[in-house]
């Protein structure tokens, strides 16, 4: 992989964690009124996994580097596999993100599975599928802004 292309993943995973963090805070409560605040999953999977104890904003930074990150790996890895676009792959990557963390992690960490299936989860779908569509949107306008340009 390209140094171009480990730089559009870091930007896509920065837009799409920002975009997901507002989403989060400010509009969740607004849609489902639910606040998601995914740090405490975070938070609770170290104390239980390692029996270490870590403050919020730990988690919060956390979670937002392995989204930035992690997220935009793995929505890369599932545009290459499905052989898809950008966006499409977004969608099929936050779809499964959104059942590893409500189906899988939740109920490690003592949550009913999908957490019932509430508004939180509701809400977790939009704003995980959300943040990844985003984030393989602007992976997609980065390349194509580059090969209008030319190599750099």
């Given at each position: 992989m390209s140094r171009h292309i480990f730089?559009?993943?870091?930007?896509?995973g920065l837009a799409g964690e920002i975009a997901f963090e507002i989403y989060a805070w400010l509009i969740s409560p607004l849609?489902?009124?639910?606040?998601l605040a995914p740090a405490n999953l975070v938070v609770a999977l170290?104390?239980?996994?390692?029996?270490?104890?870590?403050?919020?904003?730990?988690?919060?930074?956390?979670?937002?580097?392995?989204?930035?990150?992690?997220?935009?790996?793995?929505?890369?890895?599932?545009?290459?596999?499905?052989?898809?676009?950008?966006?499409?792959?977004?969608?099929i990557a936050g779809l499964i993100l959104w059942?590893?963390?409500?189906?899988?992690?939740?109920?490690?960490?003592?949550r009913s599975f999908m957490m019932g299936f509430g508004a939180y989860t509701q809400s977790s779908l939009v704003g995980h599928i959300?943040?990844?569509?985003?984030?393989g949107y602007v992976m997609a306008s980065l390349q194509a802004?580059?090969?209008?340009n030319g190599p750099s």
């Open positions: 730089r559009n993943l870091f930007l896509a849609l489902f009124g639910v606040a170290i104390r239980i996994g390692f029996g270490i104890p870590v403050p919020y904003w730990a988690g919060f930074i956390l979670h937002v580097a392995i989204g930035t990150i992690g997220f935009s790996g793995f929505l890369w890895m599932t545009h290459l596999i499905l052989k898809r676009n950008l966006v499409l792959a977004g969608a059942f590893v963390a409500q189906g899988l992690l939740a109920p490690l960490v003592g959300g943040m990844a569509m985003l984030m802004r580059k090969s209008r």
